[in-house]
T-cell receptor, first 110, second 117 residues
Framework: QKEVEQDPGPLSVPEGAIVSLNCTYS??????FMWYRQYSRKGPELLMY????GNKEDGRFTAQVDKSSKYISLFIRDSQPSDSATYLC??????????FGAGTTVTVRA | GAVVSQHPSRVICKSGTSVKIECRSL??????MFWYRQFPKQSLMLMAT?????????EQGVEKDKFLINHASLTLSTLTVTSAHPEDSSFYIC?????????????FGPGTRLLVL
C-alpha cells in the first residue's frame, strides 16, 4: 500500500465547474500538506499549503485537511481552461521529505 | 511565492561526458534542497537531500558517485551527472525548503531536461 493514494483520473470538466481533488494517506506522522500544479514539461508549482485540519482558502482554491480521517482535498472554483494540468498532493513529516500522490490529470473544456 | 531557478533548462550531451545542473533559490535562503527525477507520466522520484555545508543524503538505489551533489551556499545546490549514459536521460527537478516566516514548505525549480546520446 502506498503512503499517499491519489486517483490519477483523468478528470474532465466544463469551464466554470468546480474541480474536486482528493488524497488519502496512511502515515500519521505527516504534518505538512501541500498541493502542486504541474504543466507538461515544467516543474511543480505550489498552490496551497496547510499544517492543520480545517479549510484554507486562497482565491479560487480551497484546501481541506482532515487529519482524523487522513484525507485531504483541493477544490478549484470557476475552473478555466488554463487550469488544465496535473495536480499533485504532497505531504511530509518532520524529515521534510515530500511524499507525493500519483497526480490527477485535469482537463477543463472551453 | 518564492522562486527557484534551474540552469540549464535543457541539455544534450554525448555518452561518457559529465553534466552539471544548478539550482538556485532566488529570494530566500535554503539550508536544504532536494533533487528529483521524473519519467514521463510518472510522479517525482526523490534522489537525494542536499544540506548546505554537509554531505548529501542519497535515497536507496541512487549511486552517490554517479550523481554528485554540492550545496556550497544557502542559495545554490548543484547536481553533476558523471559519465552520463542514455539511461540517465530524464527530467531533473530540484526543490528548496523554505522555512521563512514560520512556514514549512518547498518550492520547485522549472526542471532540466537531460538527453544523453
Amino acid at each position: 500500500q502506498k503512503e499517499v493514494e491519489q486517483d490519477p483520473g483523468p478528470l474532465s470538466v466544463p469551464e466554470g465547474a468546480i474541480v474536486s481533488l482528493n488524497c488519502t494517506y496512511s502515515n500519521s506522522a505527516f504534518q505538512y500538506f501541500m498541493w502542486y500544479r504541474q504543466y507538461s514539461r515544467k516543474g511543480p508549482e505550489l498552490l496551497m499549503y496547510t499544517y492543520s485540519s480545517g479549510n484554507k482558502e486562497d482565491g479560487r482554491f480551497t484546501a481541506q485537511v482532515d487529519k482524523s480521517s487522513k484525507y485531504i482535498s483541493l477544490f478549484i472554483r470557476d475552473s478555466q481552461p488554463s487550469d488544465s494540468a496535473t495536480y499533485l498532493c504532497a505531504m511530509m513529516a518532520n524529515d521534510y521529505k515530500l511524499s507525493f500522490g500519483a497526480g490527477t490529470t485535469v482537463t477543463v473544456r472551453a | 511565492g518564492a522562486v527557484v531557478s534551474q540552469h540549464p533548462s535543457r541539455v544534450i550531451c554525448k555518452s561518457g561526458t559529465s553534466v552539471k545542473i544548478e539550482c538556485r533559490s532566488l529570494d530566500f535562503q535554503a539550508t536544504t534542497m532536494f533533487w528529483y527525477r521524473q519519467f514521463p507520466k510518472q510522479s517525482l522520484m526523490l534522489m537525494a537531500t542536499s544540506n548546505e555545508g554537509s554531505k548529501a543524503t542519497y535515497e536507496q538505489g541512487v549511486e552517490k558517485d554517479k550523481f554528485l551533489i554540492n550545496h556550497a551556499s544557502l542559495t545554490l545546490s548543484t547536481l553533476t551527472v558523471t559519465s552520463a549514459h542514455p539511461e540517465d536521460s530524464s527530467f531533473y527537478i530540484c526543490s528548496a525548503r523554505d522555512t521563512g516566516g514560520g512556514i514549512e514548505t518547498q518550492y520547485f525549480g522549472p526542471g532540466t531536461r537531460l538527453l544523453v546520446l
